[in-house]
């Protein structure tokens, strides 16, 4: 069973910065892709981030520039620093990994609980 838990949520002014880590465990052989997404109250979830196993990233158009997704492939960890936080970032911040338990079994997206941040003076 492998499991991915996030912290680093809580309540920030506009303007600030805040931290999320997320780090998997259990049997774990190779997480292939690592990411973030949000969900935003009334909104459906949405991609933030990835990143991939060489450290090569993406992201989607309203985080470039203010957050930065990297990774502990030693660790089995990604994180995620977000700077220059809006009221609109405000949601539920979920990780997420791609994990192979063995070297012959397939990949499977496994995902975080959640954790919120919410931005608000």
């Known amino acids: 069973q492998v499991q991915l838990v996030e912290s680093g949520g809580g309540l920030v002014q506009p303007g600030g910065s805040l931290r999320l880590s997320c780090a998997a465990s259990?049997?774990?052989?190779?997480?292939?892709?690592m990411g973030w997404s949000r969900q935003a109250p009334g909104k459906e979830r949405e991609l933030v981030a990835i990143?991939?196993?060489?450290?090569?990233?993406n992201y989607a158009d309203s985080f470039k520039g203010r957050f930065a997704i990297s990774r502990d492939n030693a660790k089995n960890t990604v994180s995620l620093q977000m700077n220059s936080l809006k009221p609109e970032d405000t949601g539920v911040y979920y990780c997420?990994?791609?994990?192979?338990?063995?070297?012959?079994?397939?990949?499977?997206?496994?995902w975080g609980q959640g954790t919120l941040v919410t931005v608000s003076s």
């Open positions: 997420y990994g791609t994990v192979q338990t063995t070297d012959t079994a397939a990949y499977v997206q496994v």
């Open positions: 259990g049997i774990i052989f190779n997480i292939n892709n």
């Open positions: 990143i991939s196993t060489d450290g090569s990233t």
